[in-house]
């Protein structure tokens, strides 16, 4: 059974940093592409970036490019997004995703971890 656990997230202000982390297990992680995501009150999920298998390859969103930085560590089966200068924009439940085994599909979720930022 594959699962996915975010933490790390919380009520911070707006300039703040968190660091959140997702641990996976009931996969090969080091076989699964990984992403986060996110859920604004009244707002479809969207995409916030992704890394490759082996971590050398990330991807962002625009809204999110040079404040966010995604990296993972296969040892760990852990995936980690660093969000730095929080915005009250950035308010949003944050969901971790994984591939199937060489998969780019996200078919497996987390729960999601709440990030508030207060302005």
């Known amino acids: 059974q594959v699962q996915l656990v975010e933490s790390g997230g919380g009520l911070v202000q707006a300039g703040d940093s968190l660091r959140l982390s997702c641990v996976a297990s009931?996969?090969?992680?080091?076989?699964?592409?990984m992403g986060w995501f996110r859920q604004a009150p009244g707002r479809e999920r969207e995409f916030v970036a992704n890394?490759?298998?082996?971590?050398?390859?990330?991807d962002y969103a625009d809204s999110v490019k040079g404040r966010f930085t995604i990296a993972r560590d296969n040892a760990k089966n852990t995936v980690y997004l660093q969000i730095d200068s929080l915005k009250p924009e950035d308010t949003a439940v944050y969901y971790c995703?994984?591939?199937?085994?060489?998969?780019?599909?996200?078919?497996?979720w987390g729960r999601g971890t709440q990030v508030t930022v207060s302005s």
């Open positions: 890394v490759s298998r082996g971590g050398y390859n990330t």
């Open positions: 995703a994984a591939s199937s085994d060489y998969g780019q599909a996200f078919v497996y």
């Open positions: 009931g996969l090969t992680f080091r076989r699964c592409y």
